[in-house]
């Protein structure tokens, strides 16, 4: 099981939902959060904080690969998308409370 942390521009939101939904990834949470970005990393000398938004995904290891293909693809990739990133990481445990069920049958 692992957690998949999408950092992204709040404009490919829509599109990163509904390409994952095409793939049959459909829970996930979406914040709004404002990143820092210096001046040496804008390839246009901007400097400050920014917009951006976080989808949190917890998929079985089978779902991992398509979902990150997935957000890479529908997110976009371009030379000035520096802000832009994924994370993997471990899930040790994960419990669906209404259900009473845990492990990977809870994803």
């Known amino acids: ?21 095409a793939v049959h990834v459909t ?13 040496a990393e804008e390839p246009r000398g901007a400097e400050g904080i920014v917009q951006e938004a976080v989808l949190e995904i917890a998929v079985n290891d089978d779902f991992l690969s398509r979902t990150v293909d997935t957000i890479a693809t529908a997110a976009g990739r371009a030379p000035d998308d520096r802000g832009d990133s994924i994370y993997v990481l471990p899930i040790v445990d994960a419990v ?4 009473e069920v845990s492990g990977p049958e809870a994803m």
């Open 96 to 99: 669906q409370i209404y259900r």
């Open 27 to 39: 829970r996930l949470s979406i914040a709004a959060a404002q990143g820092f970005h210096s001046a």
């Open 1 to 21: 099981m692992k957690l998949v942390m999408a950092v992204i521009r709040p404009g490919r939101v829509e599109a990163v939902r509904q390409a994952l939904a």
